[in-house]
Nanobody, 124 residues
Framework: HVQLVESGGGSVQVGGSRRLSCAAS????????LGWFRQAPGKEREAVAR????????EYADSVKGRFTIFIDHVMGTLDLRMNSLEPEDTGTYYC??????????????????WGQGTQVTVS
């Protein structure tokens, strides 16, 4: 069982940047697939980005392409999400997710087993 804890949320102005981090109870790259999801008030949770630790491939939702970057901070041992050019539509609770299954990594909830509790990002 992997426990995930997000940090870095807060309030940010439109056009600003924020970096979220996700710490795991195990070595972060023990998980094969890592991702970030978000849920805006009154909306369903949606995928933001995912990365497969077995390679360098990453995948992003169209709404964040070119603005967000998902990466593993090997120094801190965390999964991070760098968010630039933030818009009000980026407001929501951001969750990190992980899976230890090899060969399966998709930008969808079904691909993940473990979830964090979320961190709130408010853009205004």
């Amino acid at each position: 069982h992997v426990q995930l804890v997000e940090s870095g949320g807060g309030s940010v102005q439109v056009g600003g940047s924020r970096r979220l981090s996700c710490a795991a109870s195990t070595y972060i790259v023990n998980s094969k697939c890592l991702g970030w999801f978000r849920q805006a008030p009154g909306k369903e949770r949606e995928a933001v980005a995912r990365i497969y630790t077995g390679g360098s491939s990453a995948e992003y939702a169209d709404s964040v392409k070119g603005r967000f970057t998902i990466f593993i901070d090997h120094v801190m041992g965390t999964l991070d999400l760098r968010m630039n050019s933030l818009e009000p539509e980026d407001t929501g609770t951001y969750y990190c997710a992980a899976s230890e299954r090899s060969g399966i990594c998709a930008l969808a909830e079904w691909a993940f087993t473990y979830w964090g509790q979320g961190t709130q990002v408010t853009v205004s």
